[in-house]
């Protein structure tokens, strides 16, 4: 128990993220939360970074806690301060980001009357937060906050939402801090079955046509060593979602890349085409597995997830495994050496029929000599920051997104940082900021869509003042090129309020507006210079990169499609 003097809930909130090991935390300020920012200016410990919109503190708070693997926090006043987090905390709910969003409240004796700026937090939260808690006692604070940093980060990890009222902010009480938590009922997994770590690994021994389908639960688990010597040892095949990016090496030889609606087509038929799909970490999204009925239709299925309610959700397990996958892996690699020696030579045909597909189904495009493409861009980021030992990619959502995937290496884990589950444009610009924060020394770029950075682009005010320099490189086509695509391809070429232009707003201008460089590129020529100059600035940069407007995101499963359908740039089916 950790004790101290007597001080105000506001304080002992502070104190709390002090001893939860909070080194930054981002918010707003506002009427309801204003005592606790009364406490930052006395003094803490906690670096506050200001940002300009509570959505963007949310999406830092998750860049922070997906670059460092720790906790993020994000601070916000009532009402439309809250309302500002929802998005960010469904993103999180989506991709097991812990989070503990602290939100001040109306006084206790005004909630419940329509108090100005007054809205249940935790009531409108409550579908996408693991736990909420509203406040009104202060002698309960410091419990509620341990519980909250222990449901985030424990089990399947998520956001959480502490709702503190103004009056238990500004009330004085014996500050006493848990060392433990009395959390009646929550009982995160602790260990695996044995028995269904050999099921899972006899499997192994047995199957022709393996292949390990990797997710974002991997990361999050810090089992990424324990993933890689079980394909070393194993001799085992890997797909890795696009959440799960870096959790095995890009250019690791049995990596196949990812998977999905915009994955390889190799890569979708060694998941489709094999003969056991060992799921880590991963929940079978719709985006992954496209019509569900036709998916991997010969595969028995081993599923290994912390969270119970994941397995078998999507699709039967034949083989559930639910525990921690840190240690789930190790005893797998362990079983599957004691019964699977002579496993690799059974394999090989399978292998050879890998590499083929690879070799034949690459990612591609066509080069033009008179539009810049888009992939062009990203190959040439990718080539300058290659030889930068700590370099973390951030992205927003949608087309830029997807050719971040297909074209960037990535080779360590927590490098590539993006939007999954819920899709959230305006992402990648707040994350960059938050990964920065978590991790100062590393480079940090952000691949953004014209579309997406328009929604959260007041950030670049917070990375200059709050000097968290990253570089943003606006893949432009002047159009919502996801939504472009769609209408293209399905909607008979009518493009109902998708044109942006590539001119409004002139994105160079606003960086230098903002205090950060700012550069414009329309010819391939110009993209090393300007890409090196953006490294080299000493400050925030932007690179505004005029793209062909027409480029489209191949490969790709039209939706309802089976994902061995794909369709790549130079089918015949293509429209």
């Known amino acids: 128990m ?3 003097s007597r001080m105000l809930g506001s304080d002992a909130i502070l104190r709390a993220l002090e001893l939860e090991g909070v080194d930054v935390a981002f918010g707003i300020p506002g009427g309801a939360i204003l005592p606790t920012y ?32 720790k906790v993020g926090v994000a601070i916000a006043t009532s009402g439309p301060g809250a309302t500002n987090l929802v998005t960010p905390i469904a993103d999180a709910w989506m991709d097991s980001t812990p989070l503990v969003c602290i939100t001040g409240q109306v006084r206790s004796s005004l909630i419940g009357t329509d108090a100005f700026q007054e809205i249940d937090a935790t009531g409108i939260t409550m579908p996408i937060v693991k736990h909420s808690w509203l406040v009104q006692d202060v002698e309960e604070l410091p419990a509620v906050l341990k519980a909250a940093f222990h449901v985030a980060r424990t089990g399947r990890q998520g956001p959480v939402l502490v709702d503190v009222a103004r009056d238990v902010q500004e009330a004085e009480f014996e500050f006493a801090y848990p060392d433990d938590v009395d959390l009646p009922g ?4 602790q260990k695996v079955h044995p028995r269904q770590v050999r099921e899972a690994a006899r499997a192994i021994a047995e199957a022709q046509r393996p292949i390990v389908y990797a997710g974002g639960g991997v990361l999050n688990a810090d089992a990424c060593e324990e993933l890689r010597n079980l394909v070393d040892s194993a001799h085992l095949p ?40 060992i799921a880590v970490g991963s929940r079978f999204d719709d985006r992954v597995t496209g019509k569900l009925s036709a998916f991997a239709p010969g595969a028995k299925v081993i599923h290994f997830d912390i969270d119970a309610a994941e397995v078998g959700k999507i699709r039967h397990a034949d083989i559930p495994v639910v ?8 005893q797998l690699a362990e079983e599957v050496r004691a019964v699977a020696a002579d496993g690799r030579a059974a394999r090989d045909p399978w292998l050879r029929q890998l590499e083929d597909w690879r070799a034949q189904f690459p990612f591609r495009y066509a080069r033009s000599d008179g539009q810049l493409k888009p992939q062009t861009a990203v190959e040439a980021l990718r080539d300058l920051a290659g030889d930068r030992d700590d370099i973390i990619w951030t992205t927003g959502v949608g087309q830029h997104q997807m050719w971040a995937m297909q074209y960037l290496v990535c080779d360590r884990p927590r490098s590539f940082i993006t939007s999954g589950g819920l899709g959230t444009m305006g992402y990648g610009l707040p994350a960059a900021i ?6 100062p020394d590393a480079t940090v770029v952000c691949i953004d869509g014209d579309g997406c950075f328009q929604m959260t682009c007041q950030e670049l005010a917070t990375a200059a003042l709050e000097r968290l320099p990253i570089v943003a490189v606006v893949i432009n086509n002047g159009w919502l090129g996801m939504v472009r695509q769609w209408q293209e391809m399905f909607y008979d070429e009518r493009f109902a309020q998708t044109h ?31 890409f090196s100059a953006a490294f080299t600035a000493g400050r925030s940069a932007v690179v505004d990169v005029r793209c062909d407007p027409e480029e489209k995101v191949f490969p790709m499963i039209p939706s309802g499609a089976a994902a061995v359908d794909i369709l790549e740039t130079s089918d015949p089916e293509r429209v």
Do not use: I
Request: aromatic share 8%; with cysteine.
């Open 2 to 4: 950790s004790r101290g």
């Open 38 to 69: 009364d406490a930052f200016a006395r003094g803490t410990s906690v670096r506050h970074v200001l940002a300009r919109h509570e959505q963007g503190a949310g999406h830092m708070a998750e860049g922070y806690a997906r670059a460092s693997g």
């Open 186 to 189: 929550w009982r995160p997994p």
């Open 238 to 277: 890997a797909v890795v979602t696009l959440m799960g990016k870096g959790c095995l090496p890009d250019s690791h030889p049995l990596n196949y890349g990812p998977p999905g609606m915009h994955g390889s087509k190799y890569a979708n038929w060694a998941l489709n085409k094999a003969d056991l799909v």
């Open 323 to 330: 525990g921690p996958l840190k240690l789930a892996l190790a």
């Open 434 to 439: 938050g990964a920065k924060a978590a991790r």
């Open 500 to 530: 942006l232009t590539h001119a409004v707003p002139d994105y160079a201008q606003l960086a230098e507006a903002y205090g950060c460089a700012g550069f414009t590129v329309e010819h391939e020529a110009e993209l090393e210079d300007a």
